[in-house]
């Protein structure tokens, strides 16, 4: 069964830190790229990061770039995000999405809509106080 468990929400002061960790099962990790995702209160889901499991290639939203940090643990089948700076505005529920390298860089991007995504962990709450 393909599964992603997040894990490390929490609530923390603005100019806090959180890490957030996203673990894998039931695939081939070496052969995905995972995503990060967040979605607050009425607004749609957007975006945040991607790794590629294979070559280690990242991308960032403009509006996390500097902050944050994604990195994967191969052995572990997991993948981190490291959050720094945080900021009100960075309160939402965060997931993590699985899919092809270029799929999920696609919609982590804003190219593709999240819903063609198909697999994803049942979400992470960051809570971001001023």
């Known amino acids: 069964e393909v599964q992603l468990v997040e894990s490390g929400g929490g609530l923390v002061q603005a100019g806090g830190s959180l890490r957030l960790s996203c673990a894998a099962s039931?695939?081939?990790?070496?052969?995905?790229?995972i995503g990060w995702f967040r979605q607050a209160p009425g607004k749609e889901r957007e975006g945040v990061s991607c790794i590629s499991s294979s070559d280690g290639s990242t991308y960032y939203a403009d509006s996390v770039k500097g902050r944050f940090t994604i990195s994967s643990d191969n052995a572990k089948n997991t993948v981190y995000l490291q959050m720094n700076s945080l900021k009100p505005e960075d309160t939402a529920v965060y997931y993590c999405?699985?899919?092809?390298?270029?799929?999920?860089?696609?919609?982590?991007?804003?190219?593709?809509?999240?819903?063609?995504?198909?697999?994803w962990g049942q979400g992470t709450l960051v809570t971001v106080s001023s």
């Open positions: 039931g695939f081939t990790f070496d052969d995905y790229a």
């Open positions: 999405a699985a899919d092809t390298p270029l799929s999920i860089r696609t919609v982590v991007a804003g190219t593709l809509s999240y819903r063609y995504l198909e697999v």
